[in-house]
Nanobody, 125 residues
Framework: QVQLVESGGGLVQTGDSLRLSCAAS????????MGWFRQAPGKEREFVAA????????LYADSVKGRFTISRDIPKNTVYLQMNSLEPEDTAIYYC??????????????????WGQGTQVTVSS
């Protein structure tokens, strides 16, 4: 059974950095695009960043562009999200999920598998 495990979250202050990891087990997603999403309290789950299967194509939400960097380690079946210059507005539970294709807008309905438990990121002002 496929399992995605997000980790690396925590409580930080404005301006700090965190590196999130998303480790896949049960199967390889080396040919899938991978995306990070987040859900803040009382808000809809939203797209944050995505990376294509080879790692040479990335996409970011406007709200994190220039601050966050997505990357992947294919042999380790792991995707990372480096988050710098964190802001209180970044406070949310962060999730990762694969998509079979690259390109276009990332809609939640296009994603594969079930949601993991996510990892909580809290940024204090």
């Amino acid at each position: 059974q496929v399992q995605l495990v997000e980790s690396g979250g925590g409580l930080v202050q404005t301006g700090d950095s965190l590196r999130l990891s998303c480790a896949a087990s049960g199967r390889t997603f080396s040919t899938y695009a991978m995306g990070w999403f987040r859900q803040a309290p009382g808000k809809e789950r939203e797209f944050v960043a995505a990376i294509n299967w080879s790692g040479d194509g990335t996409l970011y939400a406007d709200s994190v562009k220039g601050r966050f960097t997505i990357s992947r380690d294919i042999p380790k079946n792991t995707v990372y999200l480096q988050m710098n210059s964190l802001e209180p507005e970044d406070t949310a539970i962060y999730y990762c999920k694969p998509r079979k294709f690259w390109g276009g807008t990332w809609y939640l309905s296009q994603l594969e598998g079930s949601w993991g438990q996510g990892t909580q990121v809290t940024v204090s002002s």
